[in-house]
């Protein structure tokens, strides 16, 4: 069975700073991995995804994720952190042959000033 | 593009009651899912399809019923809806990787 764990419930960086939000995952297969952001009282916004290649993976909004496979991780990175950056963060996890994707519980990112 | 559309924005059932949560993509995806968002939780798979005609169970389909007769439509069915069923619920397709949601449905169950 494919699982994914986010083990923050919360990070909260100071502007400017860089920022990583953790994830683990489990799958029989090869894993596909994505991560998700939530603003407040809207639906998710694909951020970027992992398939094969490359283990750095860039995405919008001057997002990074790093997959490494002996470490079952793809946690998510940006260098400088942004106020607006404050939203709640999903990772997840399709194990490549199968059709359903799994999400983590989530980890709300704050930024302050 | 609309994308992903679901109906209502928002709904508050008496226990007991039933009702249709409406979702609709207009980018021809096969694969089709229903979520539910508890107050400051992840996203739980309610059903999921693979294609007109085919549905299958997630990790919480009790409670609910789908139904996909056609690619475009995947409407999630409460039966005896019941308090344990507030939520927020999205609905997502997706072609090849990434999912793209629907703004969600607000339901409340007193």
């Known amino acids: 069975a494919q699982s994914v764990a986010q083990p923050e419930d919360q990070v909260n960086v100071a502007e400017g700073n860089p920022l990583t939000v953790k994830c683990t995952y489990s799958v029989s297969g090869n894993p596909y991995l994505f991560w998700y952001v939530q603003y407040p009282n809207r639906g998710l916004q694909f951020l970027l995804k992992?398939?094969?290649?490359?283990?750095l993976v860039k995405g919008s909004y001057g997002f990074e994720a790093e997959f490494n496979k002996s470490q079952t991780s793809f946690h998510l990175k940006k260098p400088s952190a942004l106020v607006s950056d404050s939203a709640l963060y999903f990772c997840?996890?399709?194990?490549?042959?199968?059709?359903?994707?799994?999400f983590g519980s989530g980890t709300r990112l704050s930024i302050r000033p | 593009n609309a994308g992903v559309t679901q109906t209502p924005k928002f709904r508050i059932l008496k226990i007991g009651q039933s009702m249709t949560l409406q979702c609709t993509q207009d980018?021809?995806?096969?694969?089709m899912y229903w979520y539910r968002q508890d107050p400051g939780m992840g996203l739980k798979l309610i059903y999921y399809s693979v294609g007109a005609g085919i549905t299958d169970k997630g990790e919480v389909p009790n409670g609910y019923n789908v139904s996909r007769s056609t690619t475009e439509d995947f409407p999630l069915r409460l039966e005896l809806a019941a308090p344990s069923q507030t939520s927020v619920y999205f609905c997502a397709s997706r072609s090849s990787y990434e999912q793209y949601f629907g703004p969600g449905t607000r339901l409340t169950v007193t």
């Open positions: 980018m021809n995806h096969n694969y």
């Open positions: 997840a996890v399709r194990d490549g042959s199968a059709s359903k994707i799994i």
């Open positions: 992992y398939i094969t290649g490359d283990n």
